[in-house]
């Protein structure tokens, strides 16, 4: 174990607390809070019930990528990926041991990293795993963690509190079979030469534009909630950022920018990048192919890019509604609902974006909510830090727009200007140096 278990004067008479769902978020919360001696009942819903999006009974499913993003401290995800490696956060500690070729980015095996972290959950001494759903928020100190997927009797008791919720379309990308691609096509590369981790499907000219077109004019699977879903930019379905232009995709993610295949003289003009999805290379995800297409249409209209002809699906793309709250002036800056002190909220429900801002959502939350119960000072990260910066602008957000967000330097604090570096990756690297100084000296002092 990382942490000793702390047991401290009349900790055995704490009360348990709740933490409601056992995605990253719950899992981090959960952890954190029986690391520091705290009793927990993490109650989940899976075996008993399931969302669509889920696929696997056991916790902290990846349900869209398996990628957890940039792993280089001059990107915000790296960034925050680094300061809960030093807070001994259990999900990036899985991530590093079930990680999978990928450049630059934090890939993980799906199914490994799933198992490894539900056997540290299930095993832990201070954890009690329940399975079934939960129908009302708990009165005692709790950190509710559902997800964007939340719906039902806990829905309807989160709205109560906070009235009728926010919603977006989020969309995952395909799975193919790796023994199913014609490997004559396809070229093993990373962007840049910075290794071979990814297959890269290339295209000429017109096989672009022909794939495009088809894209466009391909069927989609109808979405019953909204007559026109509101889809966060983030995570983008490829077929509605094609009809933004027809060259949306070759200077998005079908770019070719830093990729050149060494058996042919001439540059693709465009690249559809396959991503590494298990420990075994037996199967990989089409980058950035999030997608609401009918499965019918995905074989067909991804069958013609080079390589994928005849590939066999071992996943479809799929769409879901999300749900996030109202966050900005109803949480503050440990993701504690102001009117309910005792009660936290974790994860994508809160309106952080992506595998690792939700679980520093969980990692903020239940480190405070321990020293809540503990009678310690609460842990403001601040927003010198990629966990602070996400948990304030969570929490203090002005506009009247307020919707999902990525890390990023945007949203940390500014560095001095007279110690401010013109060039844009010196002043990232700055922040980056000036944030981990930050999470040291909080690890050293408060910690």
Same mark, same amino acid.
């Given at each position: 174990?990382?942490?000793?278990?702390?047991?401290?004067?009349?900790?055995?008479?704490?009360?348990?607390?709740?933490?409601?769902?056992?995605?990253?978020?719950?899992?981090?919360?959960?952890?954190?809070?029986?690391?520091?001696?705290?009793?927990?009942?993490?109650?989940?819903?899976?075996?008993?019930?399931?969302?669509?999006?889920?696929?696997?009974?056991?916790?902290?499913?990846?349900?869209?990528?398996?990628?957890?993003?940039?792993?280089?401290?001059?990107?915000?995800?790296?960034?925050?990926?680094?300061?809960?490696?030093?807070?001994?956060?259990?999900?990036?500690?899985?991530?590093?041991?079930?990680?999978?070729?990928?450049?630059?980015?934090?890939?993980?095996?799906?199914?490994?990293?799933?198992?490894?972290?539900?056997?540290?959950?299930?095993?832990?001494?201070?954890?009690?795993?329940?399975?079934?759903?939960?129908?009302?928020?708990?009165?005692?100190?709790?950190?509710?963690?559902?997800?964007?997927?939340?719906?039902?009797?806990?829905?309807?008791?989160?709205?109560?509190?906070?009235?009728?919720?926010?919603?977006?379309?989020?969309?995952?990308?395909?799975?193919?079979?790796?023994?199913?691609?014609?490997?004559?096509?396809?070229?093993?590369?990373?962007?840049?030469?910075?290794?071979?981790?990814?297959?890269?499907?290339?295209?000429?000219?017109?096989?672009?534009?022909?794939?495009?077109?088809?894209?466009?004019?391909?069927?989609?699977?109808?979405?019953?909630?909204?007559?026109?879903?509101?889809?966060?930019?983030?995570?983008?379905?490829?077929?509605?950022?094609?009809?933004?232009?027809?060259?949306?995709?070759?200077?998005?993610?079908?770019?070719?920018?830093?990729?050149?295949?060494?058996?042919?003289?001439?540059?693709?003009?465009?690249?559809?990048?396959?991503?590494?999805?298990?420990?075994?290379?037996?199967?990989?995800?089409?980058?950035?192919?999030?997608?609401?297409?009918? %499965?019918?249409?995905?074989?067909?209209? $991804? /069958?013609?890019?080079?390589? +994928?002809?005849? &590939? !066999?699906?071992? @996943?479809?793309?799929?769409?879901?509604?999300?749900?996030?709250?109202?966050?900005?002036?109803?949480?503050?800056?440990?993701?504690?609902?102001?009117?309910?002190?005792?009660?936290?909220?974790?994860?994508?429900?809160?309106?952080?974006?992506?595998?690792?801002?939700?679980?520093?959502?969980?990692?903020?939350?239940?480190?405070?909510?321990?020293?809540?119960?503990?009678?310690?000072?609460?842990?403001?990260?601040?927003?010198?830090?990629?966990?602070?910066?996400?948990?304030?602008?969570?929490?203090?957000?002005?506009?009247?727009? %307020?919707?999902?967000?990525?890390?990023? $330097? /945007?949203?940390?604090?500014? +560095?001095?200007? &007279? !110690?401010?570096? @013109?060039?844009?990756?010196?002043?990232?690297?700055?922040?980056?140096?000036?944030?981990?100084?930050?999470?040291?000296?909080?690890?050293?002092?408060?910690?």
């Amino acid at each position: 174990m990382w942490y000793a278990l702390r047991r401290r004067k009349g900790m055995e008479m704490l009360e348990a607390v709740s933490v409601i769902g056992a995605g990253l978020a719950g899992c981090e919360a959960a952890f954190q809070l029986a690391e520091r001696g705290i009793p927990v009942k993490l109650h989940e819903m899976k075996p008993e019930k399931r969302q669509p999006a889920h696929k696997a009974d056991t916790f902290a499913e990846l349900v869209c990528s398996n990628s957890l993003r940039s792993d280089r401290l001059q990107n915000g995800a790296g960034l925050m990926k680094e300061e809960m490696r030093r807070l001994h956060s259990l999900i990036i500690w899985a991530a590093d041991k079930t990680r999978v070729p990928a450049g630059g980015a934090l890939a993980v095996d799906r199914e490994g990293f799933t198992a490894l972290v539900t056997q540290r959950i299930t095993s832990h001494p201070n954890i009690q795993v329940i399975h079934g759903e939960v129908a009302s928020l708990p009165q005692g100190p709790a950190i509710v963690a559902t997800g964007p997927l939340t719906d039902g009797p806990i829905l309807e008791a989160i709205e109560a509190l906070f009235g009728p919720g926010l919603h977006f379309y989020d969309a995952a990308a395909p799975i193919v079979a790796a023994d199913s691609l014609d490997m004559e096509k396809v070229f093993r590369a990373s962007r840049y030469e910075r290794g071979s981790d990814y297959l890269n499907c290339p295209m000429s000219r017109q096989e672009y534009l022909d794939f495009v077109r088809a894209l466009i004019a391909a069927e989609t699977a109808p979405l019953h909630d909204f007559e026109t879903p509101r889809v966060f930019e983030g995570c983008m379905p490829v077929e509605v950022m094609a009809k933004r232009g027809e060259m949306t995709l070759a200077f998005g993610p079908l770019k070719p920018v830093g990729l050149m295949d060494a058996r042919r003289k001439e540059k693709p003009f465009a690249v559809v990048q396959l991503r590494q999805d298990d420990a075994a290379g037996t199967m990989y995800n089409i980058v950035g192919f999030q997608t609401n297409l009918k %499965f019918g249409e995905q074989r067909r209209v $991804f /069958g013609m890019i080079p390589g +994928l002809e005849h &590939a !066999e699906f071992l @996943r479809y793309g799929v769409m879901h509604r999300n749900t996030f709250l109202p966050s900005p002036g109803r949480l503050d800056w440990r993701y504690c609902v102001k009117e309910r002190p005792g009660l936290y909220f974790a994860g994508q429900i809160t309106g952080v974006e992506g595998y690792v801002e939700s679980a520093g959502s969980g990692l903020v939350a239940g480190i405070n909510l321990a020293h809540d119960l503990l009678g310690k000072e609460p842990v403001d990260f601040t927003r010198q830090t990629a966990l602070g910066a996400m948990a304030h602008y969570v929490s203090e957000y002005c506009g009247s727009d %307020f919707q999902p967000m990525n890390i990023n $330097f /945007g949203i940390m604090e500014e +560095l001095p200007a &007279a !110690e401010r570096p @013109r060039k844009k990756t010196d002043r990232y690297e700055a922040l980056s140096k000036r944030a981990l100084q930050a999470i040291d000296g909080i690890i050293a002092n408060k910690l």
